[in-house]
């Protein structure tokens, strides 16, 4: 219940923040904005301040501002109309929900620099909290068949003649070299739990794997001066932004691959981060909101019928014309684009249910 309840914060998070960026830019263009809803139809409430009705809906995975004009031609000699402003001013609305989604990722980058950002660390100033964790875990290797997981902190090594209180990845490799083909323990943090797991290390050890088989990384919490902090939230935002478009592109070079499919997170698999996150501390849960808003900008403007891309190619396609793209073509086009995507949704979800259960 506790996951479910912070998976819906986050979803409320990145998209009323999407949807905001539409609606203050249509308002601010004196379009007429009908409704603002978070969720998709049917609706479960509804209350109507000024001309805009705010609306709860009962499917939470995603929300909408409803524009006067922007879906139909009804009143299209009225300058409140969305259809009768400019090429810009609708430029302007259709891309506001992906800044808006940049800007709250920059804002939370920024603040966690400020309050302390989880970091691979050497040494310096501004770092706390630093530990060993496991980064990587071969399959087949010892780690694996003992249960170890990416993400765990290891605290301490155990044998029948030691025990090392890990504080550096030097103490663990010389102590797996000095008890190599020996069953050692393994004290791990594991969100906020702790487990002593038995390992039985390799005697000797395959080329590039090691006697233990896993890749290792200190981490600790690194805190940025305030006037710093800044500066650094847009390097971060820069940098997410590349790694994340590096992946979508390598993601639909290889969208029939069973292994890539299989790999990509929906409601679902968000949830379960979500949840794992927010156990880890704040800090996590506002990178991980960060890193959900970039995906969502990019993906939202990818030239998609339904997406905000999707409207912008039509009006890029009008330009070129010369006049609009007929409205039942158009409406066609995004309807049909919407199924699809809800389609990939539920198939993104069964593999989510099929790698937790």
Not at 91 to 117: D, P, Q, R, S, W
Not at 168 to 186: A, N, R
Not at 259 to 286: K, R, T
């Amino acid at each position: 219940m506790f996951t479910l309840f912070i998976f819906l914060i986050v979803i409320a998070v990145l998209v009323l923040s999407h949807e905001f960026g539409h609606f203050i830019i249509a308002k601010w263009k004196g379009m007429r904005v009908d409704e603002f809803g978070f969720g998709f139809p049917p609706r479960l409430f509804g209350k109507q301040y000024g001309e805009t009705t705010y609306t709860l809906n009962l499917l939470p995975f995603g929300g909408f501002v409803k524009i006067w004009g922007e879906d139909d031609a009804e009143g299209a000699s009225d300058s409140r109309n969305f259809a009768t402003r400019s090429a810009w001013d609708r430029f302007l609305v259709l891309v506001a929900g992906v800044g808006m989604n940049f800007v709250l990722a920059y804002i939370l980058f920024t603040v966690g620099h400020a309050i302390g950002i989880p970091s691979v660390v050497i040494a310096g100033e501004g770092v706390h909290d630093a530990m060993v964790r496991v980064v990587d875990v071969l399959p087949e290797s010892p780690a694996a068949e003992a249960g170890i997981e990416a993400g765990d902190s290891i605290l301490t090594l155990i044998s029948s003649s030691q025990t090392v209180h890990v504080s550096e990845i030097e103490q663990v490799q010389d102590f797996v070299k000095t008890h190599s083909g020996i069953q050692i323990t393994m004290v791990v943090e594991r969100v906020n739990e702790e487990l002593r797991l038995p390992i039985t290390l390799r005697k000797e050890a395959p080329a590039g794997e090691g006697l233990l088989g896993i890749a290792m990384a200190k981490v600790g919490i690194v805190q940025t001066p305030w006037y710093r902090a800044p500066w650094e939230g847009l390097l971060t935002t820069i940098s997410t932004t590349r790694f994340v478009a590096e992946g979508l592109v390598f993601f639909f070079a290889n969208i029939f691959s069973s292994d890539v499919a299989s790999s990509v997170a929906g409601p679902v698999g968000i949830a379960q981060v979500a949840g794992e996150a927010s156990a880890l501390g704040f800090v996590y849960l506002l990178q991980l909101v960060a890193v959900l808003s970039i995906n969502l900008a990019i993906l939202n403007i990818l030239p998609i019928p339904a997406l905000d891309g999707g409207r912008v190619l039509f009006l890029v396609i009008e330009k070129l014309r010369g006049k609009p793209v007929a409205m039942h073509i158009s409406q066609f086009a995004h309807t049909a684009g919407f199924v699809v995507l809800i389609l990939l949704m539920l198939v993104v979800t069964y593999f989510d249910l099929t790698r937790i259960f």
